[in-house]
């Protein structure tokens, strides 16, 4: 057995989520297909994260065992010809050692939300970022945002279909930006609860847009209730951004997709 890791980039907008689904496609069930056209093997494929119907991934780490001979590059090439049409890219493949885990051995995480803060409808935008008219205080979301980072019990921020054992987590960044029309949410930590980064902004969002005052964010996290919770903002604008690792096995994250008047960018956290 050979164990590769992948970087994989895709647009979640047509896949119920990363991990396979019994009622809808899944961006695993598109590369295990893939790979078992390739190899003739089934294979399961193993991923850093979970992301949701209609969120995307910039740099998702991902592994698969392989029985069959074939090398990184020529591996990488045959996934990409046979994910086509899908909009899903193996843009690094490489060995690593077998006792190497996409998930297990991952020591941190981070995911941007893209809003495109304008009235005008979106069109190369469409489904890969929220469309918020209302003009937004990004200065004033940022300083709400740093109530929610160091270790806290996220319940607030937790899904009611949440997995994880405990809702206390550690956020290690919470940064609220402005490039143009376009105000960027970048979210670090070891790993993160259901819904979190995107319930997260969806309160800062209200801050904004002067719905809540900035204290407000900090009053729903004390609280410790899903009620308390104001909004839950949508999947387009999520993106997976990078997972990081203790060793050197980590292809760096493609550059985020620039907004309408943005400024080109290569920072990806």
């Known amino acids: 057995m050979t164990r590769f890791a992948l ?55 991902s592994h698969m065992d392989v029985e069959k001979e074939i090398k990184p590059f020529r591996l990488m090439e045959a996934l990409n010809a046979h994910l086509r049409p899908d909009p899903i890219a193996v843009t690094h493949c490489e060995v690593v050692p077998g006792d190497w885990h996409a998930r297990f051995s991952c020591t941190g995480r981070s995911y941007v939300y893209r809003i495109a803060n304008r009235r005008a409808p979106l069109t190369l935008d469409l489904n890969r970022a929220w469309q918020i008219g209302t003009p937004l205080d990004h200065e004033a979301m940022h300083r709400a945002a740093q109530a929610l980072v160091g270790l806290h019990d996220f319940t607030t921020f937790r899904s009611a279909h949440c997995q994880s054992d405990s809702p206390v987590k550690t956020l290690d960044r919470l940064d609220v930006e402005r490039e143009g029309d376009e105000v960027r949410i970048h979210a670090e930590a070891r790993s993160f609860l259901h819904h979190q980064v995107r319930s997260m902004v969806g309160c800062l ?39 990081v690792y203790p060793e050197n096995a980590v292809h760096p994250p493609q550059p985020l997709p620039q907004g309408r008047g943005s400024e080109t960018s290569s920072e990806a956290s």
Not at 206 to 234: S, Y
């Open 205 to 243: 969002a209200l801050v904004g847009m002067g719905r809540w005052r900035e204290e407000q964010v900090a009053e729903a996290l004390a609280a410790r209730d899903r009620q308390a919770l104001g909004l839950n903002a949508p999947p387009d604008g999520l993106y997976f951004v990078k997972a």
């Open 7 to 61: 970087t994989l980039e895709f647009d979640g907008t047509p896949f119920y989520g990363l991990q396979r689904q019994k009622d809808g496609p899944s961006v695993q069930q598109a590369v295990e297909e893939a790979a078992f056209r390739i190899l003739g093997e089934e294979v399961r494929l193993h991923s850093a994260g979970r992301t949701d119907t209609g969120v995307h991934a910039l740099a998702m780490r």
